[in-house]
């Protein structure tokens, strides 16, 4: 039986590969792992590294210190000064993927900047600036309502319990 994670994880790989062709680099940032992790997180990351196994161009980047842990887990998304360094940090990478929320903060207007791509948990963010901006993609968050019964179908599970937020359909999600 698949878990909801997992499937999140192999989601987050596919669409960063879409938008990172063979040879984009993808950087992941991600609160998963010894330090912080969830068991959730770390399910997610654990897909997300396998599916990306072939890709040579993957960085895991955790949050460089606890401070900056408890600042994303309060504002459930990446804080600006977090957004600011992965920009500078890596200006020339294809995507960024957050499995910790959506920027907290206005588009960078300074600089262009990679893709990104992130997991939502929150249902409170704003996306929309992030959408016209063109540097949001796509954004992964929990669906409302009932859900599927447990599958081996990752595809099914994962539509049972997601929707993906593009540019193109964010406003119908939004509050």
């Keep these: 039986m ?19 062709g063979d040879n984009g680099a993808i950087i992941a940032y991600t609160d ?3 330090a912080y992790g969830t068991a959730a997180g770390n399910a997610q990351l654990a897909a997300f590294q396998s599916a990306l196994k072939n890709h040579a161009k993957l960085t ?6 606890y401070e900056t842990y408890r600042q994303i887990t309060e504002q459930q998304g ?13 200006a020339t990478a294809r995507v960024i993927v957050s499995f910790v929320g959506v920027p907290r903060c206005p588009v960078p207007a300074d600089r262009p900047a990679p893709k990104l791509i992130a997991l ?5 963010a704003n996306w929309g600036e992030w959408f016209d901006h063109g540097n949001l993609s796509a954004v992964i ?6 859900k599927a019964q447990p599958t081996d179908d990752c595809a099914k599970l994962f539509n049972a319990w997601f929707a993906i937020a593009t540019r193109d359909n ?4 939004q509050p």
Excluded: M, W
């Design 120 to 124: 939502d948990t929150s249902g409170t």
């Design 32 to 34: 998963a792992g010894p």
């Design 141 to 146: 968050f929990s669906r409302e309502g009932p």
């Design 2 to 20: 698949l878990f909801r994670s997992t499937c999140v994880g192999q989601r987050l790989a596919a669409e960063a590969l879409a938008l990172a």
């Design 60 to 65: 895991i980047v955790p949050p460089a210190n």
């Design 170 to 173: 964010y406003r119908q999600f």
């Design 78 to 90: 990446l804080p600006a000064d977090v957004v600011t360094e992965l920009f500078r940090r890596h």
